[in-house]
Structures are given as C-alpha cells and as structure tokens.
C-alpha cells in the first residue's frame, strides 16, 4: 500500500499542477455550451483505466485535493467525487487486464460521467444543493465524452504517474 | 498487484480522508488556508508561463476566425455609443439628484465607501462554481466578504484572498445570498422605477481621489471640486415600495432568485422591470444602494403565500474584465465560516 502513495507523489504531484495550471489557463476560458472540459478529471480517468481502481482512486484523491485547494470549494469534495471517478474507471481492470484503447475510453467515459455527476452530489452533502438541476443533462455528458476522446492521449501519462508498467505478453514454448 | 484487501483498504482511506478535510474545511482550518496560499503562490508562476505560451495561439486564431464578426461588433457599438452619450446626460443629472437626497435625508450609501480597482485574471475551471479571480489581494487592503462591483452593478463577493490576488464568488453561484430590496414606485411602469423628484436648488457635490487606484467618491459640504447646479424638477405624489428579500444565485447563467421576508409582499406594487438593489444593514454583506438588477418574471407563490421573483443582474457577469472591490468589511456573522 505504500508503494501506491510514496513513489508516484513524486510524479503526480508536477503532472497534475501543469493539468491544473493548463485547466485554469486554457479550458476554463473556452467552455462549448456553455460546459468547461475537465482536464484534471480526464487524467484522473486515464489514470484509473490504466492502473486500476486503487490507482484511480489515489490519482483522483491527490488531483482533487490539488483542484480544491486551488479554487473555492471546501477541501475533500473534488478529491471525493474525482476519486469515485478515477476507481470506477479502474473497474475496467476487472474485466481484462490489458485493455484495448476504445475499452479504456469506454470506462474512462463512465468514470467521468460518474465522477463529473460525483461533484454537485458531494456539494449537496456539504449544504450547497444549487448545482442539483437540469443543466447536468448537458454539463455531465459532454465532460463524460471529452474525456473520453481525451483518454487514449492522457493514458500513458497516467500510466507513467502513477508508475504503472505496461504488461508485456510472451508466447509460452511448446 | 495488490489483494482485494488492500484495494478496499485503500478506497476506505481515500473516502475517509475527503470527509475528515471537507469536515475540517467546513469549520475553518487555518493549516488549510496555509496550504491554499502556499499552492496559489506555486501555481501563479506555471499559470503565468502557460498564459505566456497559450495566448499568442489564442489570438491568432480568433483573429483568423472572428475578423467579421468583430467587425460587426464594432459598429454595432459605435452605434451604441452615440445612443448612450444622450442618454449620459440625464443620468448625471440623476445622480446628483439621488446624491443630494441622500445628503438631505442623512442616509449613507455605497457612495461612502472607497473602491479599489482590479482586473480579471481567471475563471473558475469547474462547472460547479462560479467564481473569478482578480489581481488584488490583502496587500491591497482586500478583505474577506467585501462586495465586488462593475459598471453595472454587484457582481459578488470576495470569498478568498491571497497577497497578490483574490477570488470573488459571483452572484449567479448558489452559495451566494445577499439581503436585497425592491424598489418600485405604485405607478411604476409610468415612472420606469425611478424616484420622482424633487425641488433642487444650490446642489453641491465633491469628488476627491485619495490614492491611485482608489476612489471615493462622497457628498460634502465642502473642500475640494465644487460642482453648482440650479434645478427645479417637478415634484408627484407617487409613493415608493420599499420590498426586501434574499436574493440567491441559481447556478451557471440562471437569473437569481429573490424570496421576501416579508410573507405579504404579494399584496404590493412588486412588479417586472422594477429595480433591485442591496438591502445593506447590520448583517448585510454589501451597503445599501448597490444595483444588482431588475424583476424579469414573478416565478411563483412559496409556502408562505409570498411571490419568489427572478432578477436578472445588471452586469454582464460572462464578460467580466475590470471590476472594483467596495472596501467595505461586512460582519463576521455575515460573511459566516
């Protein structure tokens, strides 16, 4: 278990300033329909199919607290919601353990749909019931699928964050 | 890999972690402000560097995708400009008659309070809050609470502030509530929600400017640049309604939601097109007089037989880029944990 938070710090923590830094400076000011795309998140859900539900979570707990701390929501509820994200992506691992690209995506897509739907759930929690209304109808969708086309090229950087190693198959000799 | 165990053990702790933080944060932590200015003090370099970067692409695009429509853009605000100089006139004259009241009456107003000017730096990167960042922070003399303005109106309210800059949380988010009034003449689609006049003779009005960057802008007897006027303006019996209420974001670019206080308000001469502005008082985040909009639509009659109305702000909040900060520190039972 240590293994898990000690060595990836070291890489998720510079990754995901630069994913935050990129969020703040470049996709809050170009929302399509009026919906911001979620970098942070989508790396937390690349992360997650890559590395499985324990790493998504980890991945989703760090980038979250990181993303709370630096706007105006109360410390825990993006780690909360991005870490539901980031392990239902994992989930995928449960099913084969080296999954094509398009079935990373897939998963990828449901962990952002779940994590982006996550937020407003832990908010209403913590007393700020507003963001509950129909604009999720738009909002959770289209951060869900530009995660998801977002999930091939974010990846191997997920990969790499969280130190996970490809599998590499050998034919057994007969 | 790891067992089953050990993945459940792991998914507890991340669960529990975010409730002991969003518990802690809740009540108010200072070890966790600590962290928060420490984090925006790293992030401000790489922000910087990236927007250093992006920008240049940023306009170069627009400027091959937007040349037409910024053009047209253009000479649709020249026009406006000329429709407005006409009516600047009348507004001043406004001013100085709603000053003067003020004066005669003794109240105060938002007219009181200095302002500090600030630029918009950043938008809030999530779908689920509505905040801007601007390049003022406590070495400003930026507080908690303080109310934010633009030409228009109120805009929000300063929720975090750092050194070298803040982050204001914007009237349409559904955490902001501020105590806000209507004000809305019996005859108020003849008089367009203005308060009739008065006889004015002898108007003096002083505007003095105490530092760069912040204005004060206050009526006084005297000192300073004297402007004389000689008015007489006719004087009607129209009585002027004076609701109040809590005005509440609804979240993305919704109009707000105001509920009375008081459960008969739905008798009263509360209608579309009336004004709306801050309530201020004791436990008021903003001072009275701030505009924040006008009644667009009577929603529906709540529980208590009182109409929640929506007001759409007089600011363009999608646009944002130069705002002022009323220096003025609400309680803290108003501006809360």
Redesign the interface.
């Known amino acids: 278990m240590r293994g898990i938070f000690v060595a990836p710090l070291l890489r998720i923590l510079p990754v995901g300033l630069l994913a935050l830094s990129l969020q703040r400076v470049v996709f809050a000011n170009h929302p399509i329909h009026d919906v911001r795309l979620q970098l942070v998140l989508a790396l937390v859900v690349a992360a997650g199919a890559g590395g499985g539900a324990d790493r998504g979570a980890v991945a989703g707990f760090v980038l979250g607290l990181l993303s709370d701390a630096s706007g105006d929501t109360p410390l825990g509820v993006l780690a909360l919601a991005f870490g539901v994200g980031g392990m239902t992506a994992g989930y995928l691992h449960r099913f084969t353990p080296d999954p094509q690209w398009w079935l990373a995506a897939m998963f990828a897509t449901a962990g952002a749909a779940v994590g982006e739907m996550a937020i407003p759930l832990v908010k209403a929690i913590t007393g700020d019931s507003g963001w509950l209304n129909s604009d999720l109808l738009i909002t959770v969708p289209i951060v869900a699928v530009s995660s998801g086309l977002m999930c091939p090229l974010l990846m191997p950087v997920g990969r790499w964050m969280m130190g996970v190693k490809r599998k590499k198959w050998k034919a057994m000799a007969e | ?2 067992s089953a165990l ?2 459940r ?3 507890a702790l ?2 529990l ?6 518990t ?3 009540h108010g932590n200072p070890v ?1 402000d600590r ?2 200015g420490v ?2 003090t ?2 401000q370099p ?2 910087t560097s ?2 250093a970067i ?1 920008l240049p692409i ?1 306009r170069t695009w627009y400027g091959i995708t937007n040349y037409d429509d910024l053009e047209r853009e253009n000479e649709a605000l020249r026009d406006q400009i000329e429709h407005q100089k006409g009516n600047d006139v009348e507004a001043r004259s406004a001013v100085l008659e709603y000053r003067l009241l003020l004066k005669v009456l003794q109240l105060t107003s938002k007219f009181n309070y200095p302002t500090v000017e600030a630029q918009v730096i ?8 509505n ?1 801007i960042e601007i390049n003022v922070g406590s070495v400003d003399g930026i507080r908690q609470g303080m109310p934010v303005t633009n030409g228009a109106g109120l805009i929000g309210r300063i ?2 502030v750092y050194p070298t800059h803040s ?1 204001v ?1 914007l009237i349409t ?3 902001y509530s501020v105590p806000a009034q209507v004000l809305s003449s019996s005859d108020d689609a003849d008089s367009g929600g203005r308060v009739p006049g008065v006889p004015v003779a002898g108007t003096t009005t002083t505007t003095t400017t105490t530092s760069p960057g912040t204005t004060t802008t206050a009526p006084s007897a005297a000192g300073g640049t004297t402007t004389t006027t000689a008015a007489t303006t006719t004087t009607s019996a129209l009585a002027v309604v004076r609701e109040t209420g809590l005005l ?6 919704k109009p707000l939601l105001l509920r009375f206080v008081d459960s008969s308000s739905s008798l009263t001469n509360v209608k579309v097109g009336a004004i709306v502005d801050t309530a201020g008082g004791i436990r008021g985040l903003a001072p009275q007089g701030i505009p924040i909009g006008v009644i667009t639509r009577i929603v529906a009659q709540s529980a208590d037989s009182s109409e929640i109305v929506e007001v759409t702000p007089n600011a363009s909040l999608q646009q944002l880029n130069f705002v002022a900060v009323v220096l003025y520190v609400p309680t803290d039972d108003a501006v809360g944990p």
Do not use: H, W, Y
């Open positions: 890999m790891f050990s993945r053990r792991v998914i991340v669960v972690t975010c409730l002991l933080f969003i802690l944060d809740k966790i962290v928060r984090l925006a790293v992030l790489i922000d990236l927007k992006a940023e950043g938008e809030s990167p999530g779908n689920f809050q905040t929720t975090r982050l949380r988010d559904p955490a509440q974001g609804q979240g993305g670019n």
